[in-house]
């Protein structure tokens, strides 16, 4: 038969036990309650639950692990940096390191955000409009024209890297997962070339200056 606890400690008891306290912890606030005893109890007040794991809890609540795993995803958490953030707004004191580490054991993991070139508003409509004009055009018609591509090269140092963090497999990218870019900002070598349908053409190098209307113009004159 099971010892049976005073009624003013029940209280207390049950309270550990509602708060996910061990038998053991519990056992040192009422050492003479033995670890039996109070399994009863904790079948008695809890039901069948399992037993909490050993070891130490985890300072991220679930609620807060859900807040956080959700703006990840959609990016109003700028990564680990903002995930500090946000747990030392709620009183929580964690490394970036140990942040890395929890995030990597709910599946997420860093990837580089792609570069892509920067559109202004205007040249988008600019572009739209070109877009209509030409859809009628063949097969036939596109083979009589040329696209040209161009890569920049930092002279001084990285580019540098920015990452975000993402637990599902990349599909469409969203604007959080892409950096704008300028090419040409200077500082860099540019290399240009042109292909058509008769294959690629040579390659041309932009050392100094801008590009702008006039090198682009100079640059095709020499490819074609």
């Not at 049976?4 to 550990?16: A, D, R």
């Not at 069948?48 to 990840?72: D, F, V």
């Not at 707004?89 to 580089?112: C, D, E």
């Not at 009628?136 to 975000?164: C, I, P, Q």
């Amino acid at each position: 038969m099971t010892r049976l606890i005073p009624q003013e400690v029940q209280g207390p008891v049950k309270g550990l036990f509602n708060q996910g306290c061990s038998l053991s912890a519990i056992q040192k606030f009422f050492p003479d309650l033995s670890v039996s005893v109070l399994s009863c109890y904790r079948k008695k007040f809890l039901g069948h639950s399992k037993q909490a794991k050993p070891g130490r809890r985890s300072k991220i609540t679930m609620q807060n692990m859900n807040y956080i795993e959700r703006n990840l995803r959609n990016s109003n958490l700028d990564g680990p940096r903002g995930v500090q953030y946000y747990l030392a707004h709620m009183g929580v004191q964690m490394t970036l390191r140990n942040i890395q580490y929890i995030l990597k054991r709910k599946g997420f993991k860093a990837k580089r955000k792609v570069k892509t070139n920067f559109v202004s508003a205007e040249n988008r409509k600019k572009r739209l409009v070109c877009a209509k004009r030409h859809r009628h055009l063949t097969a036939d018609d596109w083979r009589k024209w040329g696209f040209s591509d161009e890569t920049r090269v930092n002279m001084w140092g990285s580019d540098g890297e920015s990452f975000y963090w993402t637990d599902r497999p990349p599909t469409e990218l969203m604007p959080h997962q892409t950096e704008a870019q300028v090419q040409g900002d200077g500082g860099g070598v540019v290399f240009w070339g042109m292909i058509t349908a008769e294959g690629p053409s040579y390659g041309s190098t932009i050392t100094e200056g801008t590009i702008n209307s006039e090198v682009m113009l100079k640059f095709w004159t020499h490819l074609c």
